[in-house]
């Protein structure tokens, strides 16, 4: 089993979920993130099908919030000591509106911006371990 993980953040369908795929092919253990678990769990069938020799698994989180971005980054952090590869794929914001977020936030913008930089924020120590980050 290889040693290479990769953490994609919209990856339960489109661009991020064949990006999850084509990973999968070169080796890499991959951990999906998304809302849906539905659509996470059929990833994970996908990739698994399409390299059974890695570990694939979906992780639920809504990063639309301060809170819910840490809370996702310290549970992942728990459980990896390294991160190789990190995508922040998710965009498609269905059903979108003005509404801010709990915190305040417009939630497209939360989402596409802040919480991103949160999330890089918390992981740069993982990524930093990584022979050769992206």
Do not use: C, W
């Amino acid at each position: 089993m290889s040693d290479k993980l990769a953490l994609i953040l919209g990856g339960t369908s489109g661009v991020g979920a064949a990006l999850a795929v084509n990973l999968v092919k070169q080796g890499y253990n991959v951990v999906v993130v998304g809302r849906d678990e539905g659509r996470g769990n059929e990833t994970i069938a996908r990739l698994k099908k399409a390299a059974p020799q890695t570990a694939s698994e979906f992780m639920f989180a809504d990063i639309s919030t301060v809170a819910g971005t840490r809370q996702f980054s310290a549970e992942f952090s728990a459980g990896h000591n390294k991160l190789d590869v990190l995508v922040l794929g998710a965009g498609r914001l269905p059903g979108a509106t003005r509404e801010p977020t709990a915190d305040g936030l417009s939630a497209p913008l939360a989402t596409l911006a802040y919480m991103r930089a949160i999330l890089v924020e918390q992981l740069a120590p993982l990524l930093a371990r990584a022979s050769r980050p992206r």
